[in-house]
């Protein structure tokens, strides 16, 4: 297929379970590998779901299997970096899969670039976004908003990489509740972790916040969107449809 090199397809989907997301990650990286799709970025939430990465800590997860099932919490092995973490309702996971040419390659910039695209959307809400230099992710002062995990599958019909896995930005409050008391957060134990909500007493749709961070993507990465499914373009449109909406039901 003839592509704009720099042109992504994005697509919302307000929920999907992750086996199912992982799989699709997983055909999308070969087809884009092989020139079949266009590089693309899923954005989504998913239920209750701990997956634990490449450092595996069996430690890290505080449940037992009868609690895990007890609670509806899906536990999954995987191929990214890192430790444990949590995904589930009221968190922003997007999952870039772009292919990175082998000239000029900087993987840790990549992992950077990610965490930019966050700060920089928190800070048009005059929240100071930041990083540990110990650690992966965005902070707000020694709390967690959002976790990076990736994984670069090498490309067998071009020299370079197709990204996979990506970010999880806490967007409602009380999410640390929710699933993160059952872990410890990427085997962290001395920060807690937050999220936008809790941070500055707003209220935000995920949807609107896939909306919002989808422009400092494109800037962060030198993307355009092909095709948008699943998202409004104007994100305060999002919210606006959900209300009308919920004064018709």
């Given at each position: 297929?003839?592509?704009?090199?720099?042109?992504?397809?994005?697509?919302?989907?307000?929920?999907?379970?992750?086996?199912?997301?992982?799989?699709?990650?997983?055909?999308?990286?070969?087809?884009?590998d092989?020139?079949?799709?266009?590089?693309?970025?899923?954005?989504l939430?998913?239920?209750?779901?701990?997956?634990?990465?490449?450092?595996?800590?069996?430690?890290?997860?505080?449940?037992?299997?009868?609690?895990l099932?007890?609670?509806?919490?899906?536990?999954?092995?995987?191929?990214?970096g890192?430790?444990?973490?949590?995904?589930?309702?009221?968190?922003?996971?997007?999952?870039?899969?772009?292919?990175?040419?082998?000239?000029?390659?900087?993987?840790?910039?990549?992992?950077?670039?990610?965490?930019?695209?966050?700060?920089?959307?928190?800070a048009?809400?005059?929240?100071?976004?930041?990083?540990?230099?110990?650690?992966?992710?965005?902070?707000?002062?020694?709390?967690?908003?959002?976790?990076?995990?990736?994984?670069?599958n090498?490309?067998?019909?071009?020299?370079?990489?197709?990204?996979?896995?990506?970010?999880?930005?806490?967007?409602?409050?009380?999410?640390?509740?929710?699933?993160?008391?059952?872990?410890?957060?990427?085997?962290?134990?001395?920060?807690?972790?937050?999220?936008?909500?809790?941070?500055t007493?707003?209220?935000?749709?995920?949807?609107?916040?896939?909306?919002?961070l989808?422009?400092y993507?494109?800037?962060?990465?030198?993307?355009?969107?092909?095709?948008?499914?699943?998202?409004?373009?104007?994100?305060?449109?999002?919210?606006?449809?959900?209300?009308?909406?919920?004064?018709?039901?």
């Open positions: 297929m003839t592509t704009n090199v720099n042109a992504i397809d994005v697509r919302y989907v307000p929920m999907m379970g992750y086996a199912e997301a992982w799989d699709l990650q997983k055909a999308c990286v070969k087809e884009i092989k020139g079949e799709r266009r590089e693309s970025l899923l954005l939430q998913h239920p209750p779901t701990y997956t634990v990465g490449s450092q595996k800590h069996p430690e890290h997860l505080l449940y037992s299997e009868e609690e099932a007890q609670r509806g919490i899906g536990l999954f092995q995987i191929d990214r890192g430790d444990i973490t949590y995904h589930g309702p009221g968190q922003l996971v997007g999952y870039p899969l772009l292919y990175l040419d082998s000239a000029n390659l900087d993987l840790h910039q990549y992992l950077r670039d990610l965490e930019q695209v966050i700060i920089d959307w928190l048009g809400y005059g929240v100071a976004g930041g990083r540990k230099p110990e650690y992966t992710g965005v902070w707000v002062g020694d709390e967690k908003i959002a976790a990076i995990g990736v994984k670069f090498k490309a067998r019909a071009r020299r370079g990489f197709v990204t996979s896995h990506g970010f999880a930005l806490n967007v409602k409050a009380g999410i640390a509740q929710d699933g993160f008391k059952g872990i410890i957060p990427c085997g962290i134990q001395e920060y807690e972790v937050t999220s936008f909500a809790d941070v007493g707003l209220h935000r749709s995920v949807e609107q916040v896939a909306s919002e989808l422009p993507f494109c800037r962060q990465f030198g993307r355009t969107v092909a095709r948008l499914e699943g998202l409004l373009e104007n994100p305060a449109d999002a919210d606006q449809q959900r209300g009308n909406q919920e004064g018709r039901d």
